[in-house]
C-alpha cells in the first residue's frame, strides 16, 4: 500500500469520526449556553486538553520545526516565546474567563457605558485577526494536503482549501462549541501521541544522548554557528550597524507579538468559557501549561532532529521554508523502525496529525468570530441586550457560514502568496487592539468606553498600516538572485517603515490610543462597577451571570 494511500485513508478515517462526534453535539445543543459555551459543561483536564489543541497550530507543529531545521538556534526562539506567552496568557484569560460569559466584548463591556461602541469595536477585532489567522491556517492546509496526496497542480490546492472549509463551517454550524471542543480534544490527544513518538524515535538513533544529536545536527547544517544565536534573527551586518540595530529591533518586535498577542487572540478566550466554575477554569490553566511546555520543549528534538537525520539540502529541495521538515523526519524515522513500508505509515500518520491541527484550529477560530457576530453584534447591538436565544443562536450558525465562505474565497485568491507574515501579523494586532482593552479593563479603574474604542481601532488600524508599508509587502530583494521577497513583484517598493514586525510600534501605539481616549473623554467611569468586576474577575465569585446583570440599562 503506497504512502499516498495510507495519508489519505487515515484523513477519511479522522474526517468519519469528527462528523459522527458532530452530528452527535448538534443533537445535545439547544441553547445559546450549548452553542457558545458547551453548556460550560467540559471539565478542567477536557478544556485543558482543548486549550491545548486550540493553542498547537500547524505552524507550531511543522512551522517550528521546519524553522529549527533551517536556522538551530534562532529557530528555537519560537518555541520559547511561544511558551512564555502560554503562561501570561493563562493569567489574564483566567481572569477573563470570571469576569465575562462568552466573548472578549463582554469583559470590554461590562464596566463602561456605552456599550454598543465597545462591542462593535470588539467585534471588528475579533472578526479581523480570525480572517488573518484562518487565511494562513487555509493556504498552509492547501500545501499540506496536496504534497502529503502527491498532487501540485493548482487546482488541487484550490480543492484542498474548499473542502478544509466546508468541513470547518460544518462543524461550527452543526456542532457549536461541543462540536469544535471534541475535535480540539482529539486533535490534542494525537498530536501529543505523534510528537512524543517522533521524539522518542529521534532520540533514541543518538542513544537517547541530546548533545550527540546537536553535534550530528551540526555537522549535517554545514555551519559552525548553528547552535549560536544570530543566524537567522537579530543578524549583524558587517559594516552597516544602522541595519544592524533595524535588525535586532525587528526580532524584538517579533518577540513582543509572540509574547503578548496571544492573550489577545479571540479563539483562545472563548475556551475559557466552557468549564462550569473558576476551579475547573485553574484546572485547565494547569492541564494546559504541562501539554503545552512537554510540546514545545519537543519541537527541540522534532527540528534538530530533521537536521542531523534528513539533511539540510534534502529538506530546502522539497520546502525551501522548511515547513515539510516533521513529515520528511518521519518517514526517515518510520524506514528505519519498519522499512519502506514503516516509512509510508509513519509519514501518513503525522500527515493526518498535521491535518487534524489545522482542522481544530480553524474550527476555533469560527467559532470565535461567529458568537462574537451574533452575541454581541447581532444580541446586543441591533437587538439591544433582548434577543431571543433561538434567533441568536440562528445568527450565529448563518455567521459561520458568511466567515467561512469568506475565508474560503480569500484564502483561494492567496494560495500562491507567501503567507506566512499573516500569523504574526495576527499576533501583533491581537497585542495592539486587544491586549491594551482587556489589561485596562481590568486594572484602571478610570478606564472608559471612549478608551476602550480608541485603543481598540488604534492598535488594530495601527498595525496593518506598518505592515502595508513594510518590507513584508513590497520592497524586500534577495541579494543574490535580484528575486522579491515581499508579497508583492519586484518593481514595487513603499516600505517606508523599515521592519518587518509592527508590535515594537504598534503595541505601545495601542496602549496610548487607549490612555489618550479614557483622560480625553468626558465620560466618567462607575467605581462601584469596577470595584465588582475586580471581585468577579479575581474570584470568580458569580461568573456565570458576568454580563448578563445590569447591561440593559447602559443603552
Request: aromatic residues 10%; positive net charge.
Amino acid at each position: 500500500m503506497s504512502g499516498t494511500v495510507l495519508t489519505f485513508g487515515l484523513f477519511v478515517l479522522f474526517i468519519a469520526i469528527t462528523l459522527v462526534i458532530t452530528f452527535w453535539a448538534r443533537s445535545n445543543t439547544r441553547s445559546a449556553e450549548d452553542f457558545y459555551a458547551g453548556g460550560r459543561a467540559f471539565s478542567g483536564a477536557q478544556n485543558g486538553l482543548a486549550l491545548a489543541g486550540d493553542y498547537m497550530s500547524a505552524a507550531s507543529f511543522l512551522g517550528i520545526a521546519g524553522i529549527i531545521a533551517l536556522s538551530g538556534y534562532d529557530g528555537f526562539l519560537y518555541s520559547i516565546g511561544f511558551l512564555v506567552a502560554w503562561l501570561l496568557t493563562l493569567l489574564l484569560v483566567e481572569l477573563m474567563r470570571n469576569a465575562g460569559r462568552f466573548t472578549m466584548a463582554d469583559v470590554l463591556s461590562y464596566r463602561v457605558r456605552r456599550q454598543p461602541k465597545v462591542r462593535t469595536a470588539a467585534v471588528i477585532s475579533t472578526v479581523t485577526v480570525s480572517v488573518f489567522y484562518l487565511l494562513a491556517q487555509m493556504v498552509g492546509a492547501g500545501a499540506l494536503v496536496s504534497l502529503l496526496l502527491g498532487v501540485s497542480t493548482d487546482a488541487a490546492k484550490v480543492v484542498t482549501i474548499v473542502s478544509v472549509g466546508a468541513m470547518m463551517i460544518f462543524y461550527v454550524m452543526f456542532g457549536g462549541m461541543k462540536g469544535t471542543t471534541w475535535v480540539q480534544i482529539i486533535k490534542a490527544v494525537l498530536l501529543m501521541s505523534g510528537t512524543i513518538v517522533l521524539t522518542v524515535l529521534v532520540l533514541g538513533r543518538f542513544g537517547f544522548n541530546l548533545s550527540e544529536m546537536l553535534g550530528a545536527a551540526v555537522k549535517a547544517s554545514g555551519r559552525s554557528d548553528f547552535l549560536l544565536p544570530g543566524g537567522h534573527y537579530a543578524r549583524e551586518v558587517a559594516g552597516d550597524p544602522v541595519r544592524t540595530l533595524l535588525n535586532k529591533l525587528d526580532f524584538i518586535s517579533l518577540a513582543l507579538a509572540l509574547v503578548l498577542g496571544t492573550a489577545g487572540l479571540p479563539h483562545i478566550v472563548t475556551r475559557f468559557f466552557t468549564v462550569p466554575d473558576a476551579r475547573a477554569a485553574r484546572t485547565s490553566v494547569n492541564w494546559a501549561i504541562g501539554l503545552v511546555g512537554v510540546f514545545y520543549l519537543m519541537t527541540l528534538a522534532l527540528g534538530f532532529g530533521a537536521t542531523a537525520l534528513v539533511g539540510h539540502q534534502a529538506i530546502t529541495a522539497q520546502d525551501p521554508s522548511g515547513n515539510t521538515a516533521a513529515l520528511q523526519l518521519a518517514q526517515v524515522l518510520g524506514e528505519f523502525v519498519g522499512g519502506p513500508m514503516g516509512g509510508d505509515l509513519m509519514l501518513a500518520f503525522i500527515g493526518a496529525v498535521a491535518f487534524a491541527t489545522i482542522l481544530a484550529v480553524v474550527s476555533g477560530l469560527v467559532m470565535a468570530s461567529s458568537t462574537s457576530l451574533a452575541h454581541d453584534y447581532f444580541g446586543h447591538v441591533l437587538m439591544f441586550g433582548r434577543p431571543r436565544e433561538s434567533q441568536e443562536v440562528g445568527v450565529a450558525r448563518f455567521s459561520a457560514l458568511v466567515i467561512g465562505l469568506l475565508a474560503i474565497a480569500l484564502a483561494v485568491i492567496a494560495r500562491q502568496q507567501n503567507v506566512a507574515f499573516l500569523v504574526a501579523l495576527a499576533f501583533a494586532m491581537a497585542a495592539s487592539a486587544n491586549l491594551p482593552a482587556i489589561v485596562l479593563s481590568l486594572f484602571w479603574k478610570r478606564f472608559n468606553s471612549t478608551g476602550v474604542v480608541a485603543g481598540v481601532y488604534g492598535g488594530l488600524f495601527g498595525s496593518l498600516l506598518l505592515v502595508l508599508f513594510s518590507p513584508v509587502v513590497s520592497g524586500k530583494i534577495d541579494p543574490v538572485t535580484g528575486a522579491s521577497l515581499s508579497l508583492l513583484p519586484h518593481g514595487f517598493d513603499f516600505a517606508v517603515f523599515p521592519m518587518e514586525n509592527p508590535g515594537l510600534v504598534s503595541i505601545p501605539f495601542g496602549f496610548l490610543c487607549a490612555v489618550v481616549g479614557a483622560l480625553c473623554s468626558k465620560e466618567k467611569a462607575d467605581p462601584d462597577r469596577f470595584d465588582e468586576l475586580s471581585v468577579r474577575s479575581l474570584t470568580g465569585t458569580g461568573a456565570h451571570r458576568a454580563a448578563t446583570r445590569g447591561t440593559r440599562r447602559q443603552y
